[in-house]
């Protein structure tokens, strides 16, 4: 059985803008996560491109999942044979960096992206970062609307 990860714990999971967005585009205090899901959940969310966040902003904002550099997510199957038992859960599945999968209600998966996804083009938006003139910044924008729109309605 996956653990499911509590909406209270993902909440306190800090996600700030990096001071050296080169290195990695978000920062998040490790030392402050106090539960063992906590730190699946931010390691995640640790962030090292543009790439990453383009694909995660596409593919939540399709509801399909995601799998790149040893993190990754996916939802339900519900055209999955009966008996794929790995296909037919509840939320969203989500990994990184090894074998240690947590499970999220789909409503807080949205939550936090669309809260990643704030924190990186603000950020950007606010330092004039040179991803705000790539030609898939609108695309990224279009879709982290999308994702709003899913948290509004949930």
Same mark, same amino acid.
């Given at each position: 059985?996956?653990?499911?990860?509590?909406?209270?714990?993902? $909440?306190?999971?800090?996600?700030?803008?990096?001071?050296?967005?080169?290195? !990695?585009?978000?920062?998040?205090?490790?030392?402050?996560?106090?539960?063992?899901?906590?730190? /699946?959940? $931010? #390691?995640?969310?640790?962030? @090292? @491109? %543009?790439? +990453?966040?383009?694909?995660?902003?596409?593919?939540?904002?399709?509801?399909? *999942? !995601?799998?790149? =550099?040893?993190? @990754?997510?996916?939802?339900?199957?519900?055209? $999955?044979?009966? #008996?794929?038992?790995?296909?037919?859960? +509840?939320?969203? &599945?989500? %990994?990184?960096? *090894? =074998?240690?999968? /947590? &499970?999220?209600?789909?409503?807080?998966?949205?939550?936090?992206?669309?809260?990643?996804?704030?924190?990186?083009?603000? *950020?950007?938006?606010?330092? &004039?970062?040179?991803?705000?003139?790539?030609?898939? %910044?609108?695309?990224?924008?279009?879709?982290?609307?999308?994702? $709003?729109?899913?948290?509004? *309605?949930?």
């Amino acid at each position: 059985m996956i653990p499911r990860i509590s909406e209270q714990l993902v $909440a306190q999971i800090s996600i700030v803008w990096s001071d050296d967005p080169t290195q !990695f585009l978000v920062q998040i205090n490790f030392a402050e996560l106090t539960d063992p899901l906590q730190r /699946v959940v $931010a #390691a995640f969310l640790y962030i @090292g @491109g %543009w790439r +990453d966040i383009r694909y995660i902003a596409e593919n939540v904002a399709k509801r399909t *999942g !995601f799998g790149l =550099d040893m993190r @990754g997510y996916s939802y339900p199957n519900p055209n $999955a044979p009966e #008996a794929d038992e790995s296909a037919h859960f +509840d939320g969203v &599945n989500l %990994w990184s960096y *090894g =074998d240690i999968m /947590v &499970n999220l209600s789909e409503p807080v998966f949205t939550r936090m992206i669309s809260r990643l996804l704030t924190v990186v083009i603000d *950020g950007a938006t606010q330092t &004039n970062d040179p991803a705000v003139r790539e030609s898939w %910044w609108p695309d990224l924008l279009h879709n982290a609307q999308i994702i $709003a729109k899913h948290v509004a *309605g949930a």
